[in-house]
């Protein structure tokens, strides 16, 4: 355990958090002006979310009178929770300190901590709209949350480790293999990924319409600063599956050892990986509608199953064999 | 540690003669502060064992402490000490009504008292006078309000199903017993059982305690029984009675049958995931502050089942690390309980004694007028919810990384099943972070729903230090998990002589079951992190100016002020998750549309909405037609004449005097 926890490490740890942290929008930008480019828009600038944002931190904050001191200090307690999320993931190399902070598991206690303030946030105001955001968001959390685990139980029981970092090693070391179990794994994580990040066909990230919003109605009343760290937090969630997918399942790239010209190669690789699922997730939302909301329980059990079918699939096929 | 023991005794002795509440809680306290520190003494000393002065003469009572019965003790000390400084407070409101104090104090300091004994005992009758003890006083607290006849029916319906668990917890010893030649434990122990009586005694245990600890579909008489009894008791009774239980059940199956059988884990395994789900889900349904808390226990139950039965798989199959890892994960889960749930039923009884109110639909607003209990409620739910750095995830993750370790089982059936009951605990896990998003939101966020939700006041101090106690311990257990799995560490040794299991074998900061490699979590750096980040963002935008505030009335779509009554109601809150998983409950919904007599234009609705618990219709009515019908049958013997009875005895002694030549 002791030996890459050095002051190196953690140095590096600190800055891979830092450009995690601070990338998300701009993975955000990318992903809007390819909905735009697909939708025969004009794009808005890639940095349009840098901008939005530091307009946002500028701003008056305004606070329901009805608002408790929970309301204040959700947006923080959501933002940490996240940005700790962040800093567990291997982004550019793996071995660093911040991995052996909390393995997989944790990672998705985490999300699940951000989510519950979220979701008393959302109810503190008292009006409809967040009780209603946050009963939705709870329901489709606690649905995807089995389907996530069991996913990640495939890959944990495949590379012998719950730690991401480890899981990434044996993979590499694996070479290119193809295994069914995976070919599940990735996607019912998928399925999830969606859900979870509040894409469509889920929810709608830009609707304001009451009857089918569900992240958007849990921060209606939020307002300034408060509001950017919401929709930054919100941001990084997205990068967060992005990279997790990304590295987990094409590992590729990834630096092993902390050289600068494996980091460099490091940061190009999942660069080159993130612009190619936001194609992905850019083309599924111009192609999909949104669904009802009562549809997305028949969603979350289709990623359940894969995610079944790739546990039954490592079990029969794949141990022993 | 001898006269400990015995002046736990004395003070349990003295507590029923003091009738006053201001000698009786204090006393208390004393009780639990000792059996907290004799527990620690235990857990990190030798056993201590002795035989009281007491029982018949040919059967000595002996008592003995080792490193299980220590942690238990451990736990029944603090729960008792937080309740004692809690009650005086609590009960204030009832020194003017029609209860009798003393009753409350006596039966008390019996039920505390009987759960001491029940875990100290050495031997299978004093085992049952104890466990006995603490059935019937905890009846009486569960009457305690007997005025009202649900209470009166809730009390008998515990008082059934206790008796009809320690019967064949009775049984269960008889087996035992029968095999090791005596009552003491230690012949029991030694005892070689043919693999059938071994199942026999096992399958009466795992009965009696499970219809104890509320295991599904035994648990009718919890969420009955639990939510009427006065708060505190009921933070005793959640917290620490359904505890013994499980020590109860830890004890006669790893330590006394003490070989497993892979069935048996695979059976315990699939109960508990059942409960686990079930209770959860039940729990979502209800409104009633207290019982939604009782139900939950029913799912934190079938947790701490979930790991004992994956404790039991993995040593019957000759995995003995992985089982202890097992067995650790199922008490750190159940002391995490103890000490969560009573939080959570104090603050409960700290908000029923402010509002008297007992529905969800009835309060809101409360962390603005009770903040003290409002943030130690947050965090009993932020710990129940088990989410990181909070105890109840501690134990949570451990139970989940031994369910991982199944990949090294050879069987292909159970490296299937484990992990989908794994998945069925983050899929329970899940929805109890949703059921107490709900009761927070719903109790302690939003506007007020009622005058009396309006008009509550700070409760007393007493009431405040208890939960902030018990509130601490929540954080510490969950900071630093690996201090306290370090002293549990004896715990296996002690039965039967398993390893330890290496999961503090990093130091104090990490939790590393099986080895580093494998899985690692750090609470202390977790939550450095998150403050860490919370600094710096907050210094980031406050730092530099007073930044701008500005309060106003919540938008309300122009149509004037927004009322109470247009909050998401508790039982809207749910509606998502009772209808995705509709069958699991008998629903009785009925939609009636109110409207004019003239113009037949529709002037309301009124909506009314039963949910109600399966296992009645399906189980315990059945069961009770049948008794009836029985006792129907029997009662033709019963004519009345003196000359018939008089004949059934001439009968009755013939037939025994036939017996015996």
């Not at chain 1, 992005?242 to 690789?269: C, D, K, M, R």
């Not at chain 2, 995830?393 to 990949?407: H, I, Y």
């Not at chain 2, 002690?494 to 979590?521: D, K």
């Not at chain 2, 998983?581 to 008998?586: I, L, N």
Request: aromatic residues 10%; contains cysteine; glycine residues 8%.
């Amino acid at each position: 355990m002791a030996d890459y926890l050095t002051l190196q490490g953690w140095l590096l740890a600190l800055l891979q958090t830092a450009l995690f942290v601070t990338a998300a929008p701009l993975l955000v930008g990318w992903l809007r002006l390819l909905k735009a480019r697909l939708q025969n828009r004009s794009a808005p600038a890639l940095t349009q979310p840098y901008r939005d944002l530091s307009k946002l931190f500028r701003k008056e904050v305004i606070v329901a009178d009805t608002a408790s001191p929970l309301f204040r200090a959700a947006p923080y307690v959501v933002f940490s929770a996240t940005v700790v999320t962040a800093a567990v993931i291997p982004l550019l190399a793996v071995h660093l300190p911040t991995a052996a902070i909390a393995d997989v598991i944790v990672l998705v206690g985490f999300l699940a901590l951000a989510r519950f303030f979220l979701a008393l946030a959302g109810m503190d105001v008292g009006t409809a709209f967040g009780g209603m955001g946050s009963s939705r968001e709870m329901t489709i959390a606690s649905l995807a949350e089995p389907a996530m685990l069991m996913a990640i139980f495939t890959l944990t029981m495949t590379a012998q480790s719950s730690n991401i970092s480890h899981a990434i090693d044996f993979l590499l070391a694996q070479g290119l293999v193809l295994r069914p179990s995976f070919m599940f794994a990735l996607l019912a994580l998928l399925l999830v990924a969606v859900a979870e990040t509040g894409r469509i066909p889920v929810d709608n990230p830009t609707t304001h319409l009451e009857l089918t919003m569900v992240h958007e109605a849990m921060i209606l009343e939020y307002s300034g600063r408060h509001l950017a760290l919401m929709e930054w937090a919100a941001q990084l969630k997205l990068m967060i599956y992005g990279v997790l997918i990304a590295n987990i399942f094409f590992p590729w790239g990834i630096a092993v050892e902390s050289t600068p010209t494996a980091l460099l190669l490091g940061l190009a690789a999942i660069t080159g990986k993130l612009m190619l699922l936001c194609v992905v997730l850019a083309v599924a939302e111009t192609a999909l509608a949104k669904m009802r909301l009562f549809r997305v329980p028949g969603y979350l059990n289709l990623a359940f199953l894969f995610a079944l079918l790739g546990m039954l699939s490592h079990v029969i096929l794949e141990v022993g064999a | 540690m001898l006269s400990l023991l015995s002046g736990l005794v004395g003070l349990g002795a003295s507590r029923y003669r003091s009738l006053l509440r201001l000698v009786c809680f204090p006393l208390l306290g004393l009780s639990g502060l000792a059996a907290a520190t004799g527990g620690l003494l235990v857990l990190t000393g030798d056993a201590v064992a002795a035989q009281l002065p007491l029982g018949l003469p040919w059967l000595p009572w002996s008592v003995r402490v080792d490193a299980l019965s220590g942690f238990i003790l451990l736990l029944i000390g603090v729960v008792v000490f937080a309740v004692a400084v809690f009650g005086p407070g609590y009960t204030r409101e009832f020194l003017h009504g029609r209860h009798s104090l003393s009753a409350l104090g006596v039966f008390t300091g019996l039920f505390v008292a009987g759960m001491q004994l029940v875990v100290i005992a050495d031997d299978a009758f004093m085992f049952m006078v104890a466990w006995e003890l603490m059935s019937l006083s905890s009846y009486f607290l569960v009457a305690f309000q007997h005025e009202n006849a649900a209470n009166r029916r809730a009390a008998f319906l515990y008082l059934l199903m206790a008796h009809v668990g320690g019967l064949a917890i009775l049984l269960g010893y008889g087996v035992l017993a029968a095999f090791g030649g005596g009552f003491t434990f230690e012949a029991m122990r030694a005892a070689e059982l043919p693999a059938l009586w071994a199942g026999v005694a096992f399958a009466l245990a795992f009965f009696g305690f499970g219809m104890k600890a509320g295991l599904v579909p035994l648990h009718a008489w919890l969420p009955e029984a639990h939510p009427v009894a006065p708060s505190h008791i009921s933070a005793l009774m959640s917290g620490v009675m359904l505890k013994v239980a499980i020590y109860g059940f830890v004890r006669v199956t790893f330590d006394l049958i003490g070989t497993l059988q892979v069935d048996w884990g695979v059976i315990v395994l699939l109960v508990g995931s059942v409960s686990a789900l079930l209770g959860v889900l039940y729990a979502m349904q209800q409104t009633d502050i207290k019982r939604l808390l009782a139900y939950s226990s029913i799912e934190n139950v079938g947790v701490i089942f979930m790991a004992l039965g994956l404790a039991m798989i993995f040593l019957a199959s000759g995995q003995p690390l992985l089982g202890s890892l097992g067995l650790i994960a199922a008490l750190y889960h159940a002391l995490n309980h103890a000490v969560f749930k009573s939080l959570l039923f104090l603050g409960a009884g700290a908000v029923i004694q402010q509002t008297h109110q007992h529905s969800l639909e009835h309060m809101g607003g409360l962390l603005k007028r009770l903040p003290y209990t409002g943030t130690f409620f947050l965090i009993g739910c932020l710990s129940i919810a088990s989410l990181p750095p909070f105890n109840g995830f501690a134990s949570e993750w451990l139970t989940l990384q031994t369910a991982l370790q199944g990949v090294v089982l050879e069987s292909g059936v159970l490296r299937i099943v484990i992990p989908v009951t794994a998945a069925m605990l983050a899929l329970t896990a899940a929805l109890g972070a949703m059921l107490f998003v709900r009761l927070y939101g719903i109790a302690f966020l939003g506007q007020p729903r009622t005058r009396q939700a309006r008009q509550a006041h700070l409760p007393s101090f007493g009431m405040r230090a208890a939960q902030g106690l018990l509130a601490v311990l929540c954080l510490l257990l969950g900071v630093l998990p690996a201090l306290a799995i370090d002293v549990m560490g004896a715990i296996p040794q002690s039965l039967g002589g398993l390893p330890e299991p290496g999961i503090t074998g990093e130091g104090w900061l990490w939790l590393t079951p099986v080895s580093p490699a494998v899985a690692s979590y750090s609470a202390p750096l977790v939550l450095l992190g998150l403050g860490l980040t919370w600094g710096l963002f907050y210094l980031l935008l406050h730092g530099r100016k007073e930044q701008p505030l500005r309060r106003v009335h919540p938008w309300d779509c122009g149509f004037g002020p927004l009322s109470p009554r247009m909050q998401y109601t508790a039982t809207a809150f749910a509606q998502p998750v009772r209808r995705i998983f509709q069958p699991v409950w008998q629903l009785d919904e009925k939609v009636e549309r109110l409207s004019d007599d003239k113009s037949s234009q529709l002037t309301g609705l009124r909506h009314q909405l039963l949910v109600t618990d399966r296992s009645w219709g399906l189980l315990y009515e059945p069961i009770g037609r049948w008794v009836l019908r029985a006792a129907r049958r029997l009662a033709l013997l019963q004519s009345g004449n003196i000359r018939t009875y008089l004949s059934y005895s001439f009968f009755t002694l013939l037939f025994l005097l036939w017996l015996i030549t």
